[in-house]
């Protein structure tokens, strides 16, 4: 996996996965139990990245900080494929929805729901357990306990994956015989 040192920042991985084509660069922390997918950008060149445990980064998401402010992605978070965050943060349990974007300052609330393809812009909140979608994102409504329920499965699913991909992901070298 490329993980890069950058003007003297050191990224700090606990005990977590980040995929062999996942980037990480300088001033990023990243806690216990973290799944950070293919093509994953964790870029701590300008600003500060923290991943909180148990989170998951999914596939081919940006996640980068303004100079010298930083982007907090707390515990048990899931940003989904396609997604940015920027200088945001998002709070333990949130979820954003794939292709969505977190923009600078924007705080996204304790299992608040970001939907697929929405912009947060810049400042705004969402408050706890709310749901925004859209372009720009408008809180439209509530998330319920059956909601909580299930997401916690997903996310317990992709805490598996961490030993899961250390113990049984194999480079295939000779990848022609299935084309």
């Known amino acids: ?41 964790l870029r701590g060149d300008y600003g500060r990245i ?15 900080a303004r100079p ?14 396609l997604s ?7 709070r333990s349990w949130a979820v954003v929805g794939m292709g969505a974007t977190v923009s600078d300052f924007a705080t996204v609330g304790i299992w608040a729901v970001v939907g697929e393809g929405a912009v947060v812009r810049n400042r705004f909140e969402i408050p706890d357990e709310s749901i925004a979608v859209g372009v720009p994102a408008k809180v439209v409504g509530k998330i319920d306990e059956a909601y909580k329920t299930l997401w916690t499965n997903y996310k317990n699913n992709y805490n598996t994956f961490v030993d899961r991909y250390r113990k049984n992901i194999i480079e295939m070298k000779d990848s022609s015989k299935y084309l």
Do not use: L
């Not at 005990?15 to 994953?40: E, H, K, L, M, Q």
């Not at 940015?84 to 998002?90: A, K, L, Q």
């Open 1 to 41: 996996m490329p993980v890069y040192s950058f003007e003297g920042q050191v990224p700090e991985i606990g005990r977590s996965y980040i995929f062999p084509n996942a980037t990480v660069i300088g001033n990023v922390r990243i806690g216990d139990g973290v799944w950070i997918g293919p093509g994953a950008v």
């Open 50 to 64: 923290e991943v909180g445990s148990f989170s998951a980064i999914e596939d081919n998401c940006v996640v980068h």
């Open 68 to 81: 010298g402010e930083k982007t907090v992605i707390e515990e048990h978070a899931t940003i989904g494929h």
């Open 84 to 90: 940015v965050i920027h200088t945001g943060h998002v």
